[in-house]
């Protein structure tokens, strides 16, 4: 029999975090995924029901800093994605 969780323990829970720019993340091969996306939040929200109207909402979050992108991030991935966000830049003026 599987061990449950007992209430007030987090190991068992989920953090979702999501925002309307998500369903704009259309990039080769990676695994967000507009429809990934979407259908994620509608599991969710169709699972917790009228509950879901409790769930913490934040229209304007802030962007993310150097420290949270590298908890899922390389240094050099991140190095690789400021030199393309200097690209575009460029070529934008």
Do not use: W, Y
């Not at 190991?11 to 998500?22: A, G, N, Q, Y």
């Not at 429809?35 to 009228?50: C, M, Y």
């Amino acid at each position: 029999m599987a061990a449950r969780a007992r209430r007030g323990d987090n190991s068992k829970r989920t953090l979702f975090v999501t925002h309307p720019h998500c369903a704009e993340h259309r990039i080769a091969h990676h695994p967000e995924q507009p429809k990934r996306v979407e259908a994620i939040e509608a599991a969710v929200l169709a699972h917790f029901g009228e509950r879901s109207a409790d769930f913490a909402h934040d229209p304007s979050p802030p962007d993310a800093t150097a420290e949270a992108l590298g908890r899922f991030h390389t240094k050099k991935h991140l190095s690789k994605l400021e030199g393309l966000f200097d690209k575009v830049e460029e070529s934008a003026q």
